[in-house]
């Protein structure tokens, strides 16, 4: 089955950090847009940043901007998001999917065949 494999999610103490990776599994995302969103409870989904195919566009939601960079290396098939300075309204389970529309400040929107993963889930407490 083609989709994305998230990990590295965590419990963390406000102000910590993680790095979350998605890998492609099954398929490659070199010809592929990439956006990391997340999902709290009892919430929407929210769009928090995209890369374009070849890394030279990123774009991010306003309240994840100067803490949050997404990246991407297609030799290893993978989009990174590191995440610093971390707040509890960070606490999500947070997923990648392949999208259109990244780029002129907009975070993407997910493909009808997105890839969706299960998800790694980031939780921020004291």
């Known amino acids: 089955q083609s989709q994305f494999v998230e990990s590295g999610g965590g419990l963390v103490q406000p102000g910590g950090s993680l790095r979350l990776s998605c890998a492609a599994s099954?398929?490659?995302?070199?010809?592929?847009?990439v956006g990391w969103f997340r999902q709290a409870p009892g919430k929407e989904r929210e769009g928090v940043s995209c890369i374009s195919t070849t890394g030279g566009s990123t774009n991010y939601v306003d309240s994840v901007k100067g803490r949050f960079t997404i990246s991407r290396d297609n030799a290893k098939n993978t989009v990174y998001l590191q995440v610093n300075s971390l707040k509890p309204e960070d606490t999500a389970t947070y997923y990648c999917a392949a999208v259109w529309n990244c780029g002129f400040g907009l975070v993407g929107t997910p493909l009808l065949k997105a890839y969706w993963g299960q998800g790694t889930q980031v939780s921020v407490s004291s």
């Open positions: 099954g398929f490659t995302l070199t010809n592929l847009a």
